[in-house]
């Protein structure tokens, strides 16, 4: 069966899918009040229903799923989720974005389960700043955590920087921090949502600022692999780490997209900013329902549209970066 494509003929290799928007963190720039539970919601989808998922989309062509939430390990089935995720022979990548603070102790269990490789949402190297930000005291728990992940034979981890205008002063701590750790450092720029419009004002800082200053250290851009995700990669001689820096702002952002978006309540969604997510829900209660499963999604793919238009000030349904997997 030939690969998920659009009218833009971008090929779609990768799926996020949130299995919560529940966060046991307060960020500042995503739930600054805590999560808020919506009695009007949908339950989150059955492991049987993301192993529908994970099937349907495999059979179309995608080889990596990034399991996302809100936190996705509040999920208590977290490891049968990745077990069932697992028995997918099409997939062969099983990410997972978290906020680290259940990785030291379920780490090992995980990577035994199938998850292939770890992203750790981490603002700051200082632990008073990192309290000020996530709004809980557990920076020394994330940092065990990346540890242990190193421990359960992870290659390498990623870690998640929201860039924000104070990063410039803490550059020099993260880079000396990935000099001789594989770490990739991947600082995304700060995202307007529809709750966040005046947090957005006051801190956005654009990723150009830090690429001129990676450059001009003499770090270099390196291609991507089909099936990564948006950020530019770039590598330095003296360095065992690696930095990725993801603009959402940048003219060409979305000539690249080979992502899509489920739900946790099994709605597809196109794109992190679209007005609209698409039911798959109904077709998730049987095994005999992937044919029509899998034509409902490549149907959609004709409303893909060719950009997100941020750049207008337009954040479609994403209230905040936990409603849809961020």
């Not at 349907?56 to 996705?72: M, Y």
């Not at 290659?155 to 770490?183: C, D, E, G």
């Amino acid at each position: 069966m030939l690969p998920l494509a659009d009218t833009f003929q971008r090929k779609f290799y990768y799926l996020r899918l949130s299995i919560t928007d529940v966060c046991n963190f307060r960020c500042t720039y995503c739930l600054p009040d805590g999560y808020k539970p919506n009695k009007e919601r949908s339950a989150f989808l059955s492991v049987d229903e993301i192993s529908r998922v994970a099937q349907a989309f495999g059979e179309l062509g995608t080889s990596k799923i990034r399991l996302t939430g809100g936190e996705p390990s509040m999920r208590r089935d977290f490891t049968e989720i990745i077990t069932a995720i697992h028995d997918q022979p099409a997939i062969k990548q099983i990410a997972m974005t978290t906020n680290g603070y259940r990785l030291a102790k379920e780490a090992a269990n995980w990577r035994m389960a199938g998850l292939t490789s770890v992203n750790v949402s981490l603002d700051s190297l200082d632990a008073r700043q990192f309290q000020q930000i996530t709004g809980q005291n557990k920076f020394q728990e994330v940092m065990a955590g990346i540890d242990a992940c190193f421990d359960a034979g992870f290659p390498t981890v990623k870690i998640n920087v929201v860039l924000m205008k104070h990063l410039t002063q803490q550059l020099p701590t993260f880079l000396a921090w990935i000099k001789y750790r594989s770490i990739q450092l991947r600082f995304i720029e700060l995202m307007e949502t529809g709750e966040g419009s005046h947090y957005f004002n006051q801190h956005h800082l654009s990723g150009e600022q830090i690429r001129g200053q990676l450059l001009a250290m003499g770090w270099q851009r390196r291609a991507s692999e089909p099936e990564a995700g948006p950020a530019q990669i770039f590598s330095h001689p003296d360095y065992q780490g690696e930095i990725g820096l993801i603009m959402p702002y940048d003219k060409h952002f979305c000539e690249s997209c080979n992502r899509l978006r489920v739900s946790a309540i099994g709605q597809l969604h196109l794109c992190l900013f679209g007005e609209n997510g698409i039911t798959l829900r109904d077709l998730l209660q049987s095994d005999t329902q992937q044919t029509a499963l899998q034509e409902r999604i490549r149907i959609s793919l004709i409303e893909k549209k060719q950009t997100h238009f941020l750049h207008q000030g337009m954040t479609g349904l994403a209230r905040n970066l936990s409603y849809i997997g961020g």
